[in-house]
């Protein structure tokens, strides 16, 4: 229903919260075509989620903005996962 009135801002709420990985897939690609012509703020507690589809992300712990950037530009400065050397 959101949608019906082509809003040029639309909120969504962990839009995937619950669902099984391909209707998961399913919503991102809605999202994806959804934010060629709008703008769109999500939360979500998925960074997966917010990497994927984000051209910005903001990270927020106990209220407060911790980091606000984009995804790659997070990565780069925080790093991504974990290195395991094998010796």
Not at 34 to 55: F, G, N, V, W
Request: hydrophobic share 40%; aromatic share 6%; glycine share 6%.
């Amino acid at each position: 229903m959101a949608l019906v009135g082509k809003p040029s801002v639309i909120v969504l709420d962990e839009p995937t919260s619950g669902l099984d990985v391909d209707s998961r897939r399913q919503v991102w690609s809605l999202i994806r075509k959804m934010k060629k012509d709008r703008s769109i703020l999500m939360s979500t507690q998925h960074i997966e989620e917010a990497d994927e589809l984000s051209e910005q992300v903001c990270i927020m712990a106990n209220g407060k903005i911790v980091a606000f950037d984009t995804p790659s530009a997070l990565k780069y400065k925080y790093g991504v996962g974990y290195t395991l050397i094998v010796e």
